[in-house]
Nanobody
Framework: QVQLVESGGGLVQAGGSLRLSCAAS????????MAWFRQAPGKEREFVAA????????YYADSVKGRFTISRDNAKNTVSLQMNSLKPEDTAVYYC????????????????WGRGTQVTVSS
C-alpha cells in the first residue's frame, strides 16, 4: 500500500523558512515524479514544485521560483521542500503527491497523495 506522509509544517513569520518532508513507502518510485501542491482556503489546489525521482530534474511554479527548492533522498525515500523568504500568500495546506511518468502541473494526473501539512505565514 502506497503511503505519502508529510511533515514539517507550522507557523512562521514572513521572511522566514520552513522545510517540508514527504516520506514515501509501499512501492518503488524510480519511474515516478514526486510533487508538492498547495491549497489555500477558498482556492483550488495549485502546483508548487516537482522532481523526477530518477535523474532529479526539477520544476517550479513561477510564484515560488528562486525561493523554494525541491530535493529527494533516494536512500531515505523522502522528498523535501525547502521554503525560504516565505510570504503570507504562501499560507496553505501543502500536499505531497506522486505520479507514474513525467511531471505535470495538473493535480488530477497524480495517483498518490498525502494528507497534507499546514503552513501558515504571518505578516
Amino acid at each position: 500500500q502506497v503511503q505519502l506522509v508529510e511533515s514539517g509544517g507550522g507557523l512562521v513569520q514572513a521572511g522566514g523558512s520552513l522545510r517540508l518532508s514527504c516520506a514515501a513507502s509501499g512501492r518503488t518510485f524510480s519511474s515516478h515524479t514526486m510533487a508538492w501542491f498547495r491549497q489555500a482556503p477558498g482556492k483550488e489546489r495549485e502546483f508548487v514544485a516537482a522532481i523526477r525521482w530518477s535523474g532529479g530534474s526539477t520544476y517550479y511554479a513561477d510564484s515560488v521560483k528562486g525561493r523554494f527548492t525541491i530535493s529527494r533522498d533516494n536512500a531515505k525515500n523522502t522528498v523535501s521542500l525547502q521554503m525560504n523568504s516565505l510570504k503570507p500568500e504562501d499560507t496553505a495546506v501543502y500536499y505531497c503527491a506522486a505520479r507514474l511518468g513525467p511531471h505535470s502541473v495538473t493535480s488530477s494526473l497524480y495517483h498518490y497523495w498525502g494528507r497534507g501539512t499546514q503552513v501558515t505565514v504571518s505578516s
